[in-house]
T-cell receptor, first 115, second 111 residues
Framework: DTGVSQDPRHKITKRGQNVTFRCDPI?????LYWYRQTLGQGPEFLTY????????KSRLLSDRFSAERPKGSFSTLEIQRTEQGDSAMYLC?????????????FGPGTRLTVT | EDQVTQSPEALRLQEGESSSLNCSYT??????LFWYRQDPGKGPEFLFT???AGEEKEKERLKATLTKKESFLHITAPKPEDSATYLC????????????FGRGTSLIVHP
């Protein structure tokens, strides 16, 4: 069991550029979640997939954000026209999908800095 | 609106000095209360899930308890390696599988 992996671990970009992050969940986990975390705050939910279907999106997820999970395995999160306020840690988590109240397993995160 | 409140925001302990962290949750409709540990620059690591008042779970020096309105994470004889941010999260009844996280308690244990 290799755990949840995320790539890249760090990304520095200039305002207005597009960035894409990748998440590989634990194999056989059906549910995949994206969160954003800023300093001193807990993780804030962005979006959630059950297999390849995107089932929930937070109102935090503006039109500049898009996420995919094309084959129900890895997922990508794209931010278009980045703004300085997008600077944060982007966390991916997965869970087995066997029950409604199961724990989530988090990846190491991608630290985004927008200059 | 769902709200999870953790206290204190920060806690400094001497090695061996036991203490407790508090998590107040939305009482109505709680279906799961989760504790996670987060080290600086890393993702949260799952510790415990509690489902009903009176439930307790232990792992090494940590014990999580749940009452009808709050949860405690008790740390017995902490060591410097227990230094981390401890997050709690609630999952309420309803269709969403998404937990709501608190802001965490930053724990530093001095040798």
């Amino acid at each position: 069991d290799t755990g949840v992996s995320q790539d890249p671990r760090h990304k520095i970009t200039k305002r207005g550029q597009n960035v894409t992050f990748r998440c590989d969940p634990i194999s056989e986990h059906n549910r995949l979640y994206w969160y954003r975390q800023t300093l001193g705050q807990g993780p804030e939910f962005l979006t959630y997939f059950q297999n390849e279907a995107q089932l929930e999106k937070s109102r935090l997820l503006s039109d500049r954000f898009s996420a995919e999970r094309p084959k129900g395995s890895f997922s990508t999160l794209e931010i278009q026209r980045t703004e300085q306020g997008d600077s944060a840690m982007y966390l991916c988590a997965s869970s087995p999908g066997t029950g409604p109240y199961e724990e989530q397993y988090f990846g190491p995160g991608t630290r985004l800095t927008v200059t | 609106e769902d709200q999870v409140t953790q206290s204190p925001e920060a806690l400094r302990l001497q090695e061996g000095e036991s203490s407790s962290l508090n998590c107040s949750y939305t009482v109505s409709g709680l279906r799961g209360l989760f504790w996670y540990r987060q080290d600086p620059g890393k993702g949260p690591e799952f510790l415990f899930t509690l489902y009903s008042a009176g439930e307790e779970k232990e792992k090494e020096r940590l014990k999580a308890t749940l009452t009808k309105k709050e949860s405690f994470l008790h740390i017995t004889a902490p060591k410097p390696e227990d230094s981390a941010t401890y997050l709690c999260a609630e999952k309420l009844s309803g269709g969403s599988y998404i937990p709501t996280f608190g802001r965490g308690t930053s724990l530093i244990v001095h040798p």
